[in-house]
């Protein structure tokens, strides 16, 4: 099976697309890394790509303004960027980026969506009380957080727990689900029932 290439953007820490590099390295998903990017120069993440041998560059918003897009547009471009994989990107997708990638832009939220969008999800969990908790993968729209959802984890929420441990909790999930999910898109059909991702079983040919 050929192997879909792969454009990370990322923000910071990068244990996600660390998760995605690992899957593929151990050759759970058919997929190759064609680029890392970074809005942040110093993001460990993007380190850490580096020393995997990956492309991975910088593109700040400072110095490139207005271009920043048209930046990452540029290299998604010149490595053949199939799929994005948003992993903890802190930005958020023009229209015009999002219509670039119909349906494969792939993003992970830290919260059983359609609750807790946007910053500080697990903080948002915790002061409302919830009793689990737990993550997302969803492809990308315009808005925020709101793009059909491809698989959910869920954790419980333990007395005591603060918002790092329960990330923490999350994060193990996040771990797992994103590169399952990404599997799953990438080998078994899919198609979109009104909003809702709906992956279809392969159903056995009869023999003639
Ligand atoms: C994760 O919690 C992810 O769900 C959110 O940002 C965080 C990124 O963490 N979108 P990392 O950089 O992948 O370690």
């Known amino acids: 099976m050929s192997k879909a290439r792969l454009g990370v953007l990322?923000?910071?820490?990068?244990?996600?697309?660390?998760?995605?590099?690992?899957?593929?390295?151990?050759?759970?998903?058919?997929?190759?890394?064609?680029?890392?990017?970074?809005?942040?120069?110093?993001?460990?993440?993007?380190?850490?790509a580096e020393e995997l041998g990956l492309r991975a560059y910088p593109v700040p918003v400072e110095g490139l303004g207005g271009q920043q897009e048209a930046a990452v547009l540029g290299y998604f471009h010149?490595?053949?960027v199939e799929w994005v994989?948003?992993?903890?990107?802190?930005?958020i997708l023009s229209a015009e980026l999002v219509g670039r990638y119909p349906r494969r832009i792939v993003n992970i939220h830290p919260s059983l969506l359609?609750?807790?969008?946007?910053?500080?999800?697990?903080?948002?969990?915790?002061?409302?009380?919830v009793r689990v908790a737990g993550c997302t993968v969803h492809l990308v729209d315009e808005g925020v957080d709101t793009g059909p959802?491809?698989?959910?984890?869920?954790?419980?929420?333990?007395?005591?727990d603060t918002e790092s441990s329960l990330a923490a909790r999350i994060l193990e999930q996040e771990h797992q689900v994103y590169p399952e999910a990404l599997r799953r898109l990438l080998q078994?059909?899919?198609?979109?029932?009104?909003?809702?991702?709906?992956?279809?079983a392969r159903t056995a040919h009869p023999s003639p």
């Open 85 to 91: 994989c948003l992993a903890g990107y802190m930005r």
């Open 114 to 129: 359609p609750a807790f969008p946007g910053l500080h999800a697990q903080r948002q969990a915790l002061e409302y009380g």
């Open 78 to 80: 010149h490595t053949d």
């Open 149 to 160: 959802i491809v698989m959910q984890r869920t954790v419980p929420v333990k007395p005591g």
């Open 10 to 48: 990322l923000s910071g820490r990068g244990s996600n697309f660390l998760a995605i590099h690992r899957a593929i390295e151990a050759g759970e998903l058919p997929a190759e890394i064609a680029v890392v990017l970074s809005d942040q120069p110093d993001a460990p993440g993007l380190a850490r």
């Open 188 to 200: 078994e059909p899919w198609r979109m029932v009104g909003r809702r991702l709906v992956f279809e």
